[in-house]
């Protein structure tokens, strides 16, 4: 009877201690909701117009839009979401304090996931975000495409980073940096 008590025990144990480890993510609040922080961000501008800036590495364009054609031109933001449920335990967290701030990083471990990384920077670390950015990459044999969204509220800034190397024809790299200044 002790023998299978001593059993029981030992397995309850080892259960209890997988159970915990392969869970990390399951009980965790969920990842970042960028979406809503963006929106929010954005809508909250107060002036009526912003400068735009578009540059291909050549040449640079500048121009001064309203508020609502820039928001119009951004919806494709509202995609980038890292709380899908399909995704839960799919981002490592991690938090590093520095002289820099407080950054909380969300880095992909699934290689499907197009999203590489999201970080949040409370450079004050007052606990008001200050800057957010998401880096994402999608690779084939064909060509390597990579997007940066930085958003930076502390200085009026959205910029956005795209870059395409193709493997095949006779241009091989593709470069577009687009920022909205308020």
Not at 108 to 137: F, R, Y
Request: with cysteine; net charge negative.
């Amino acid at each position: 009877m002790k023998k299978l008590f001593i059993i029981f025990l030992g397995f309850s144990t080892l259960s209890a201690c997988k159970k915990d480890t392969s869970n990390e993510y399951m009980g965790a609040e969920s990842y970042f909701d960028l979406p809503t922080y963006i929106v929010e961000g954005l809508t909250g501008i107060e002036q009526d117009s912003v400068l735009k800036t578009i540059s291909n590495g050549l040449d640079t364009e500048v121009l001064k839009i309203s508020k609502e054609e820039m928001l119009k031109s951004l919806e494709f933001l509202s995609l980038i979401d890292i709380n899908k449920s399909a995704w839960k335990g799919k981002f490592i967290v991690d938090s590093i304090s520095s002289a820099e701030g407080l950054e909380i990083k969300y880095t992909q471990n699934d290689p499907n996931i197009n999203i590489e990384e999201l970080s949040i920077l409370d450079e004050d670390k007052d606990g008001k975000i200050d800057q957010c950015t998401v880096i994402k990459q999608t690779d084939s044999p064909l060509s390597s495409w990579s997007q940066k969204v930085t958003f930076h509220q502390k200085n009026k800034r959205l910029e956005i980073l795209n870059e395409l190397d193709k493997t095949l024809g006779k241009e091989k790299e593709s470069y577009i940096k687009l920022a909205y200044e308020w």
